[in-house]
């Protein structure tokens, strides 16, 4: 739900991080993310549909966008973490941030 999204993705990841949660985090990239994929292109999915689900969904639709191909990479570094267990650094986790700075912007200059 956007309206559970911070007015600044950049500062709510930073203070995620500040806090030394990585992982609250990347939470919060992908939430952003799939908040502006389906605001921006609305798709069906089924109730409790998975991260890989929502990929999927969005590669049928959109194909080898860049936004799909970022999130790709995000829901990568999620599952690490968040199903794996294994440490991705904050450094990664700016690095994606930047990534959808950057991909947020050619959209609105579109």
């Known amino acids: 739900r956007a309206e559970s999204l911070p007015d600044d993705l950049g500062s709510g990841v930073e203070q995620a991080l500040a806090g ?6 990347l939470a919060l990239l992908l939430r952003h993310a799939l908040v502006a994929l389906f605001q921006s292109h609305p798709t069906r999915l089924t109730p409790g549909a998975t991260e890989r689900d ?18 790709g990479d995000l829901i990568r570094q999620w599952t690490r973490i968040a ?6 650094t904050p450094e990664q986790a700016r690095q994606l941030l930047r ?11 579109s």
Do not use: F
């Not at 194909?63 to 191909?69: E, L």
């Open 54 to 71: 929502c990929l999927n969904a969005y590669r049928r639709l959109l194909g080898d966008d860049a936004r799909v191909t970022y999130l």
């Open 99 to 109: 990534r959808w700075q950057q991909l947020s912007s050619a959209e609105a200059a």
């Open 20 to 25: 030394d949660d990585v992982r609250a985090a």
């Open 83 to 88: 199903w794996a267990h294994q440490p991705v």
